[in-house]
C-alpha cells in the first residue's frame, strides 16, 4: 500500500475510532473499501491522471448531482446504484449499473472512481465490470479527495 493510501487508512481508522468511543460501543460506524480487489489494479491519483492524460476513459461511479457538483476533468458519469451491503460480498443483484454507459471495447484499461473511504461505489462498479469481462479494470481507491489534495482539474 503506497504512503498516501497508508495515511488516508489510517485517518480514517482514527476517526472511526474516536467516534465509537464518543457514540459508545453499539454505534455503527461504516467500513472503509478494502485495500484491494482481486483482479483490479489499484492507482494512485498521480497514476490515473497520466493514464486520462493518455486517453483512458475514466467512470464517475457516484450519483448525479454529486458529480455535477463536481468531478474529475473528462470523467464519463455511470452512477453506481446500491442497495446491498458495504462489504466485499456484496450482492450486485441488489444494485443497479448500466454497464452499456461504458466504453464497448472490454480489452481497452478503464479507471473507476467515488468518494473513498466509506464510498463503495467505484469498488462495486470495478468488481461488476471485471464480472463482465472487462479485462483492464483500475480502481483510483482515493478518488476524487485525493484528486482534488493533489490539485488536478476538476470540473
Known amino acids: 500500500m503506497n504512503s498516501i ?13 474516536a467516534a465509537a ?12 473499501t478494502p485495500g484491494s480487489l482481486a483482479g483490479v489494479t489499484l492507482v494512485t491519483a498521480e497514476q490515473a491522471k497520466k493514464l486520462v492524460d493518455s486517453g483512458t476513459p475514466i467512470i464517475d461511479a457516484r450519483v448525479a448531482n454529486e458529480f ?11 452512477p453506481y446504484r446500491e442497495k446491498s451491503a458495504k462489504a466485499a ?12 454507459k461504458l466504453p464497448a471495447d472490454k480489452s481497452a484499461a478503464i479507471i473507476f472512481y467515488c468518494n473513498a473511504g466509506e464510498c463503495w461505489k467505484s469498488y462495486k462498479a470495478a468488481k461488476v465490470a471485471l464480472d463482465a469481462g ?11 479527495p485525493e484528486w482534488k489534495a493533489k490539485g488536478y482539474p476538476v470540473e
Open 5 to 17: 493510501m497508508q495515511r488516508i487508512h489510517k485517518q480514517v481508522a482514527y476517526a472511526a475510532l
Open 68 to 78: 455535477a457538483e463536481a468531478h474529475i476533468k473528462g470523467a464519463r458519469s455511470v
Open 21 to 32: 468511543s464518543v457514540l459508545g460501543p453499539s454505534a455503527a460506524v461504516a467500513a472503509d
Open 89 to 100: 460480498n456484496f450482492d450486485p443483484k441488489e444494485d443497479s449499473f448500466d454497464l452499456s
Open 134 to 144: 472487462y479485462k483492464q479494470v483500475i480502481w483510483l481507491r482515493g478518488g476524487i
